[in-house]
């Protein structure tokens, strides 16, 4: 082997080595790489690292696009709420009252035919909010017993039970995690765990359980804690105010209303008693006293009755 000979073997080793080098290099980084890869999917499997994400605070002006891909995920049934109970109808709710960032929730999927339709085409009878001393947390619609009672979205049937209050009740887990629950039915007509469309035929109106008349009592919540549902629906028109919600501590500003409430102080009206002369016990005026119990101008007060006074 001369010196040429010699040169040119030496480039052909090396070059080789240096393609078995680069080959190795490349695998080893697709391994790597797939790691990640894998690591990443289990912390957006794991229920603990997605509400984490959910409650991180965002500005949405200036992180819309990544905040927008972290939480653009329809979560699987069992990752927010870690579990998918057939028997107790509300989770505990998650406090959202000092909540400092906005959840993107998706509402409709255009590319799924995931869309929305009204569970009963009705009058709107009793709003969400305070009743009397307790609070109202759905929207009653009017309806027959025996009417039909839709999904309102894509989901999967968690409970269908009997309960003292509700009557026959449905609550469907929707893939964004919100729940929709349908209560005081005649009939039922779907099965736990059953997957079901928007639209479809989940049960019938009726006047089970608590209710006064027949009428649909819809609830829609979001990790156990109730929302308006007309702050996501018109009702009136069948349709979605938006096909995104921004959830906000704004939709849980009842929570700070049941709180004054938890506070509030009631009189019992003795014989004798007048607004004013109460009023004037408990350092007020007839006009607050009128407002806290929603009493007319014109309505006048009973002995024994137990009115408001803070
Ligand atoms: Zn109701």
Redesign the pocket.
């Known amino acids: 082997m001369n010196l040429l000979q010699y040169q040119n073997f030496k480039l052909q080793h090396c070059m080789k080595f240096t393609i078995i080098n680069i080959i190795f290099t490349s695998f080893l980084f697709i391994y790597c790489f797939t790691l990640q890869a894998q690591e990443d999917g289990y912390k957006k499997l794991d229920p603990i690292y997605i509400i984490e994400t959910a409650n991180d605070s965002i500005d949405i002006a200036s992180n819309f696009y990544s905040f927008y891909d972290s939480l653009a995920v329809f979560f699987e049934d069992d990752t927010l709420y870690s579990s998918f109970d057939n028997e107790i109808i509300h989770y505990p709710k998650v406090d959202f009252s000092n909540k400092t960032d906005t959840t993107i929730l998706f509402l409709t999927d255009a590319s799924k035919k995931s869309f929305y339709v009204n569970p009963h085409n009705g009058e709107v009878t009793?709003r969400f909010g305070l009743r009397h001393r307790r609070y109202?947390?759905?929207?009653?619609i009017n309806l027959e017993t025996g009417d039909s009672v839709l999904s309102a979205f894509d989901g999967r049937v968690r409970i269908t039970k009997l309960s003292s209050s509700y009557g026959y009740v449905i609550v469907i887990r929707h893939l964004n995690g919100v729940e929709t629950l349908y209560?005081?039915l005649s009939q039922i007509n779907v099965t736990n765990d059953q997957l079901v469309k928007a639209g479809e035929l989940i049960g019938l109106g009726g006047n089970t359980g608590h209710?006064h008349g027949s009428?649909l009592?819809?609830e829609i919540r979001y990790l156990g804690a109730p929302i308006n549902p007309e702050d996501i629906i018109d009702f009136g028109k069948g349709q979605l105010i938006s096909d995104k919600l921004f959830l906000t501590a704004y939709h849980f500003r009842y929570q700070r209303e049941i709180a004054k409430l938890k506070e509030a102080c009631f009189h019992k009206v003795k014989s004798g008693e007048s607004l004013g002369s109460i009023a004037r016990k408990y350092h007020t005026t007839t006009k607050t006293l009128r407002k806290l119990n929603r009493l007319k101008t014109s309505s006048l007060i009973r002995t024994g009755v137990k009115i408001r006074v803070r």
């Open positions: 009793s109202h947390y759905g929207t009653d209560a005081h209710s009428h009592h819809f």
